[in-house]
């Protein structure tokens, strides 16, 4: 069992999501939003241009020679957390006549073995911070170096004795990169595990690895360090009942899904001004990051009875993945412990995304850019999309038939507007959904899907098991998919025999406000105590979690203190613009600038039907308004226009 946990930073999150929170018919064609639309930048979160990463590499390349033959490569560069207190002042003035704080673009090299952390500012074109990163830890790998390395283990004489040895073709094999883990060293070199697999009738990688070689490359000498074979037999999952593409499965096929489409005779409901999107009473920004993917930010939605935006997120985005496999048996198991944003980048996996079935037909596209190990301009194109949706859901309604000579049924649809990304690492696809619906709740999804990551045994079936052999579910000939991790009533003098009220406590400090939920019934809000509603409530915004699932390893276990975060649902900590990945110390957070990490949790045990491809698992979390607003906001959304599709027919000529 594999256990997922991701965590989402929140700022006014194993998933870690992370929001900064203000104090309180078919479309013809597919319209994409190149990088070319953003021509000229105004907007503080604007992501970096393919001509700025130009420059950086540039003004960079003044002070140091770079390139893998210097050993200086560039990790990560991304735009530079631009100072909130000018963000804010250039987003509230009118007509935005303030100038926007200055671009700046952070970069984080490896540099003859070392970690270098440099600030580029874009308008003086000059280096204003340049520093080795002390500390533990080691930079997001590139593409280029994680290729580099596993192309050298393919011309490694002693893996291709080890291939040659089994009977298979070193032409069918191959080779993934994958992490080392985290437990209890003092020191670490920067190093990779190479996972080998093997195709030959199966373009289904995952499915079929060649286990007991343990490959590990350091990744600044790009040298095979480790190899040793403790090969024992040909054991190697079947590639029979494997594939997954439509045009290569033969019939008998499952049931037709009739045609679903959205029709709006009108266009698309919401418009788009560079990064920034307007639908009906929303308008966030929204942008891509290398390593955290899509980012929203500025996320206000428009209050009639005020008649002005009102801020509710100020900046939220994918921190980290935590994904510790469970195999207690195995050696080439127990190191699998991926901190997939942190070491693969959640946007430089991230894939294009595919019209009409990972988005829908009136979904609007846009590209995503990041620089490569040279610091060279890489696209995404159609990284996220945006689209409005329907599924017959009610906003609300109601029916009165209480006064007399009179019926009244008054219902909304329950359209919502959906901005979304797929990031793809490794074996998982993971699905980013944010949700904005027109009563002021932001829904943040999180969808597991893509192929099982499995081991290879003897057995068929589950009566051929010895006792404590293994541990997991068979889900396949020879094939078993590894556990992992994705992370009061009273008496009353009445004829009633119980009751629930609430009692409010104020978390006043960041252990305070440490959270597992499950545990007891209990509502989390974040409120502003210096904003008041004309009946004397708060405002603020209510916490609504999915599905629970908590950390099952032991607290000294060294994974789980790697993945510390993952100990609480819920952190909150001061708003810090230096922390935009999961921390936290015991600071006090009382009427502050604060940051919520919501963790989102699965532990999956995997299942037959888990295979060759696993349907969709779904879980997240809502961001729902609470006394933010004097009355229901949508109570006066205007009923939506019936439409009449005219039939069509074809035409004679064709």
């Known amino acids: 069992m594999a256990q997922l946990h991701i965590t989402i930073l929140i700022i006014s999150s194993c998933f870690v999501f992370f929001f900064f ?15 070319s639309s953003f021509i000229p930048l105004s907007h503080p979160f604007d992501p970096l241009t393919e001509t700025e990463l130009k420059l950086v590499v540039k003004i960079i390349k003044e002070t140091y020679p770079v390139g893998p033959s210097h050993r200086f490569t560039f990790q990560y560069v991304g735009l530079n957390e631009p100072d909130k207190s000018r963000v804010l002042s250039w987003h509230s003035a009118p007509d935005q006549d303030v100038l926007p704080p200055l671009r700046q673009a952070f970069v984080i090299v490896r540099d003859k073995g070392k970690t270098r952390e440099i600030i580029v500012d874009l308008s003086s074109r000059v280096i204003i911070s340049d520093k080795i990163h002390v500390g533990n830890g080691y930079p997001m790998l590139t593409i280029d170096e994680q290729q580099a390395a596993t192309a050298l283990i393919l011309k490694y004489k002693p893996f291709r004795d080890s291939i040659e040895r089994r009977g298979l073709d ?40 060649i286990e007991g070689m343990r490959i590990i490359v350091n990744l600044d000498k790009m040298k095979v360090t480790t190899f040793k074979d403790r090969f024992m037999g040909p054991l190697l999952p079947k590639a029979n009942g494997t594939e997954y593409r439509f045009t290569k499965l033969k019939p008998p096929f499952g049931t037709s899904l009739w045609n679903a489409i959205v029709f709006q005779p009108n266009g698309a409901g919401f418009k788009i001004d560079g990064h920034i999107v307007r639908w009906a009473n929303w308008e966030f920004h929204m942008s891509f990051d290398v390593r955290a993917g899509l980012v929203i930010s500025l996320a206000s939605i428009f209050d009639m009875d005020v008649n002005k935006y009102r801020h509710v997120i100020y900046k939220g985005h994918l921190s980290e993945m935590f994904v510790p496999y469970m195999d207690p048996i195995s050696d080439d198991w127990y190191s699998i412990t991926y901190l997939d944003c942190g070491d693969f980048g959640c946007g430089q996996s991230a894939v294009s995304l595919e019209p009409y079935t990972d988005c829908p037909a009136n979904a609007v596209f846009m590209d995503g850019v990041f620089a490569s190990q040279d610091g060279s301009p890489t696209k995404i194109s159609n990284v996220m999309c945006i689209f409005e949706k329907y599924a017959g859901n009610i906003m609300w309604r109601h029916t009165e038939a209480e006064v007399p000579g009179l019926k009244i049924t008054e219902v909304r649809p329950d359209v919502s507007l959906v901005v979304r990304m797929v990031t ?41 098991i010895k006792e404590d052999d293994i541990y997991e579910t068979i889900v396949a000939d020879n094939t078993i998919a590894v556990n992992h991790d994705h992370l009061t009533p009273k008496s009353v003098g009445t004829p009633r025999k119980s009751y629930w009220t609430t009692n409010q406590k104020i978390a006043k400090t960041e252990a305070e406000a440490r959270v597992k939920l499950g545990l007891r019934a209990e509502e989390l809000m974040v409120v502003n105590p210096n904003w008041i509603t004309k009946h004397g409530n708060e405002v ?16 000294d276990d060294y994974p789980q203190i790697q993945a510390a975060f993952t100990n609480y649902s819920v952190w909150i900590t001061p708003y810090n613009k230096s922390e935009i990945w999961a921390s936290g110390l015991n600071r006090k957070i009382e009427n502050k600038d604060i940051v919520m990490w919501y963790t ?27 006394n933010f607003f004097e009355q229901n906001p949508v109570l006066k959304t205007k009923l939506t226009k019936l439409t009449t599709i005219p039939k069509c027919t074809p035409s004679k000529n064709n």
Do not use: C
């Not at 929170?21 to 078919?26: F, K, W």
């Not at 094999?173 to 883990?181: E, K, L, Q, Y």
């Not at 603020?540 to 607290?555: A, D, E, K």
């Open 540 to 555: 603020g915004y209510r916490l609504l979690p999915g599905s629970v699932s908590g950390p099952l390893l032991t607290q």
């Open 424 to 464: 793809t690492v490794g074996n998982y696809d993971y699905i980013v959904d944010y949700e904005f619906k027109p009563s002021g709740s932001i829904k943040v999804g999180v969808g597991l899907t893509g192929v099982l990551e499995v081991k290879p045994v003897e057995y068929v079936h589950t009566s051929e």
């Open 600 to 626: 989102v949790g699965f532990h999956h045990v995997p299942s037959q039907e888990d295979f060759p491809t696993m349907p969709t698992l779904s879980n997240g979390f809502e961001l729902r308004p609470v």
């Open 21 to 35: 929170l203000n104090n309180i018919l078919i479309f013809s064609s597919i319209f994409v939003i190149t990088s």
């Open 170 to 209: 070193v032409l069918e094999v191959v080779v993934t990169s994958s992490t080392m883990g985290w437990f209890g060293e003092k020191k670490t070199e920067r190093v990779i595990k190479a996972m080998p697999f093997y195709l030959n009738g199966s373009v289904n990688t995952y499915l079929r690895p």
